[in-house]
């Protein structure tokens, strides 16, 4: 069955965590969902093997990633940064060229600030994006709606952890549907 292009799929797609760290975790707004739906996305990204890319953002004073979601990681090795833009460290980009994947599911923090600046340059390099709205989070909700509102408009797709889940696994049958369906109940 042909898809329309604008619907992720497992072959294309890499999940990029940005920076959910101790310090920046505990001053976002709606912090619990947040983390929830970051680590139910990573839980997603081993079901259906999709790549997974992590920052942090000077983890000297921020702190480092929050345990919930560390767990939950293939492998702990983020690429550290001191631009809010991911794309401003050459590490970032190697590791996106490595995957090969022209379709990033962005998660993290802060949507309005480091979040939106690399889905900016993402676009402006000519990934696919995702944002997915509930896996993102800020201090404030107007910084977070007017992110969400300026990404949007600029070309990126806003959609929730549960519309991009099942966007992905496309079928309601086999052992991958069933592990799915654990994490959307």
């Known amino acids: 069955m042909e898809r329309h292009p604008d619907l992720a799929n497992a072959e294309d797609s ?14 976002i707004h709606n912090r619990e969902e947040v983390v929830e739906s970051i680590t139910r996305l990573l839980k997603f990204a081993s079901i259906f093997s999709l ?5 942090e953002h000077y983890p000297q004073g921020l702190g480092y990633t929050v345990e919930e979601v560390k767990r939950e990681l293939p492998q702990y090795s983020p690429i550290t940064k001191r631009i809010f833009s991911c794309f401003g460290v050459p590490e ?31 676009l402006h390099r000519g990934y696919l994006v995702q ?4 896996a993102v989070g800020t201090r404030r909700p107007e910084d977070h709606l007017r992110a969400l509102e300026r990404m949007r408009g600029a070309g990126a797709t806003v959609t929730t952890s549960e519309a991009l ?19 959307v109940k």
Do not use: N, W
């Open 51 to 55: 790549p997974v890319v992590l920052t």
């Open 92 to 122: 970032f980009e190697e590791a996106l060229r490595r995957r090969g994947r022209k379709r990033l599911l962005v998660c993290g923090i802060e949507t309005h600030i480091c979040v939106a600046q690399t889905v900016l340059d993402a």
């Open 131 to 134: 944002v997915v709205s509930d």
């Open 14 to 27: 890499l999940l990029l965590v940005i920076d959910p760290q101790e310090k920046l975790v505990r001053m």
């Open 165 to 183: 889940i099942y966007e992905i696994t496309c079928r309601a049958d086999g052992e991958e549907f069933k592990r799915v369906l654990e994490l």
